[in-house]
């Protein structure tokens, strides 16, 4: 029974594999270690510790500037980091559903935990190319998977969180616990509504690559069609990555090399606004992410959630009148189609994951 659950679950999420064909694993990638290899891999990312910089030095050398960072000594004192471990998850959440990806038609395609623990652990199908990964929006909603808020704490640098004013039930998916065996992981893609991401690893390793957003890239740029991407974060890396360190992206179309990092247990990776990023599962990971939008980057996700959700937008100035009124004077301010740059795009949507991440009906969404 458990079996033909997850068989059913890869067809969902990925019709266009045979499961019993064996496409599932058709590039081989579990037997080629560079597929998981870290050598020669950059170190370009900053760490700091939050022991010794403040919520206001973090807003002006990160937050104003757009920088990404790598945040340690945050996470002390979680219960996450000796409660979620795939045993004690089994034991408290097992028969709890938690989302693996979406179908064709966008609904969540669910999973018993029991059944992620069977599968994580059978050698046949950790010889996927890219694994079926738990990447649920809606825990913190769900009255079998709502403990799990209280095992961690947001971070002290993203206390504020602005769609908040919006309310639960009207605003986007914000916050997502994120479980996956090694090449799992999220194609390239840049956060919805200028949102910036933190991301929380309690367990496993990860591999980030990160594009600025000054460079101006498109989708197309980073996810050109006719190499044979399949949305897949090991596909990316194993086909696009690449490209993006040569000299034809470099010295012909003057795009920047990729910003390099893998992110180890007990770390926070910050991912401003506008930054593309990919990410890949190294080994088996567990993190908790979070979407927020901040003061410091506030005019830019008023102008994309003005023209990406206008509905939600008028509500959120509406409750930011009175909650937030300096913000809302800079709403206000604004000019109705204010100019955007070239990296202000509206679209929400492009892969995520084997599981592509989105609410149970909403258009797919992408956190980090």
């Not at 990638?29 to 170190?43: E, F, I, Q, T």
């Not at 991301?199 to 498109?218: D, E, I, Q």
């Not at 006719?226 to 990316?236: N, P």
């Amino acid at each position: 029974r458990c079996e033909k659950k997850i068989r059913a679950a890869k067809r969902a999420t990925r019709s266009e594999l045979s499961v019993s064909g064996g496409e599932w694993q058709k590039h081989g990638y579990a037997y080629d270690p560079k597929v998981l290899s870290a050598d020669g891999l950059g170190d370009d990312i900053e760490r700091i510790s939050a022991k010794d910089v403040s919520v206001e030095e973090f807003i002006e050398r990160f937050e104003r500037p757009c920088r990404p960072c790598v945040i340690t000594d945050a996470m002390d004192g979680w219960a996450a980091n000796t409660e979620w471990t795939y045993d004690k998850l089994r034991a408290k959440f097992g028969r709890h559903k938690f989302k693996v990806g979406s179908d064709d038609d966008g609904y969540a395609v669910r999973l018993k935990f029991n059944h992620i623990h069977h599968y994580v652990n059978d050698p046949a199908h950790m010889r996927d190319d890219s694994p079926l990964y738990i990447f649920d929006g809606s825990f913190g909603d769900k009255e079998g998977s709502q403990p799990l808020l209280k095992d961690y704490d947001v971070p002290k640098y993203f206390k504020e969180d602005l769609f908040r004013h919006v309310g639960e039930k009207r605003r986007p998916p914000y916050r997502w616990v994120v479980i996956g065996p090694p090449r799992s992981g999220s194609s390239v893609h840049v956060d919805p509504l200028a949102t910036s991401a933190w991301n929380a690893l309690v367990s496993g390793h990860k591999r980030w690559a990160l594009y600025p957003p000054s460079a101006g890239l498109t989708k197309p740029d980073l996810k050109p069609k006719g190499i044979g991407l399949d949305g897949e974060s090991v596909t990316w890396f194993q086909r696009m990555y690449p490209k993006t360190r040569g000299k034809e992206w470099t010295e012909v179309r003057g795009f920047p090399k990729p910003m390099d990092c893998v992110q180890m247990p007990g770390e926070i990776m910050y991912v401003p606004d506008g930054w593309w990023h990919a990410v890949l599962n190294l080994d088996h990971t567990v993190a908790v992410t979070q979407n927020v939008v901040t003061t410091a980057r506030f005019p830019k996700a008023w102008r994309m959630t003005k023209r990406g959700r206008p509905k939600m937008s008028a509500q959120w100035l509406k409750k930011l009148r009175t909650a937030r009124p300096d913000l809302a004077a800079v709403a206000d301010a604004q000019p109705r189609r204010a100019e955007e740059s070239a990296g202000e795009k509206t679209s929400s949507s492009s892969s995520s994951s084997s599981s592509e991440e989105s609410s149970d009906t909403e258009p797919d969404t992408d956190p980090a």
